[in-house]
Every structure is written in structure tokens, then in C-alpha cells.
């Protein structure tokens, strides 16, 4: 494993530990339930949005490090940010993904770059994808209100 691997592995494990966003989705108007039947892992995450930007963001869900991780490290970055903003990363963080690893991830990415090698592993990629997936239907949510 290189240094940057196993700092991004580190990283990963600390958001698990200590997650950012997790609280009460149900105190947002757009709410969102995923669940990956392969594993169990399942978020529910609720947003506001005011004048086109995340205003608030909060998750609670049960899985692997990978999902949880995902979850904390995506509401980091994301939460205040624009509609179209959070839709391009979402859109990033998903060809990064399907590349198996093979994209390099934008800058924009931020820390969400650490799931890199993680596009590697077939079984793990939906576990990466479950907050952003839940996000991107709140963001669709909130477009139709």
C-alpha cells in the first residue's frame, strides 16, 4: 500500500469513527431512504435548500465504514453548496467510481477522492454511492417542489 493509500484508508476509517452530517434527516423537508440489498447497508438523508443552496443536511444510517464514511465525508463537502454544484460533484464522484479506479478524481472532490481504489472493488462501489444517491434524489426532490 503506498503513503497516499493508507492515508486515504486512515482518512476513511476516521469519518467512520467520527462522522460529519449525521442527525435527524426528518427535520428536512426532502428526504430520501437508499438502501443496498446486497450488504444491508441503508441511509436516509434529509436537506434544505434555500435560494438554490443546501441549507442543511443531516443522515442516519447502518452499514460498513465505506458507506458511513462516504455519507460524512460527502456532507462535508457538500452541505451549503449550490444545487448545481452538488450535482456536479455527484456526477464526478459516480465516474469515479465506475472507472474502477482508473479516473483521477477532480480536485473539486475534495476528500471524497480517498474512495479511489475503492472503485476497484465491485461489491464496494453501490456501499460508496449510497449518500450520494440519496442526495441526488433530494436535489431532484427539491428541483419539483
Not at 493509500?5 to 427535520?27: C, N
Amino acid at each position: 500500500m503506498s503513503g497516499l493509500e493508507g492515508m486515504y484508508q486512515e482518512l476513511i476509517l476516521d469519518h467512520a469513527r467520527t462522522p460529519e452530517g449525521k442527525g435527524d434527516p426528518s427535520l428536512h423537508p426532502f428526504t430520501h431512504h437508499e438502501l443496498n440489498p446486497s450488504c444491508g447497508d441503508e441511509i436516509t438523508l434529509g436537506i434544505s435548500v434555500d435560494d438554490g443552496r443546501i441549507s442543511g443536511l443531516a443522515w442516519e444510517g447502518d452499514g460498513c465504514s465505506i458507506s458511513m464514511s462516504s455519507a460524512s465525508i460527502m456532507s462535508e463537502l457538500l452541505d451549503g453548496a449550490t444545487r448545481e454544484d452538488a450535482l456536479a460533484r455527484i456526477g464526478e464522484f459516480r465516474e469515479m467510481m465506475r472507472s474502477r479506479g482508473k479516473v483521477d478524481p477532480p480536485d473539486a472532490l475534495g476528500d471524497a477522492a480517498a474512495f479511489r481504489n475503492t472503485a476497484k472493488y465491485v461489491m464496494r462501489i453501490k456501499c460508496a454511492m449510497l449518500a450520494w444517491v440519496a442526495l441526488e434524489a433530494d436535489l431532484k426532490a427539491s428541483l419539483a417542489a
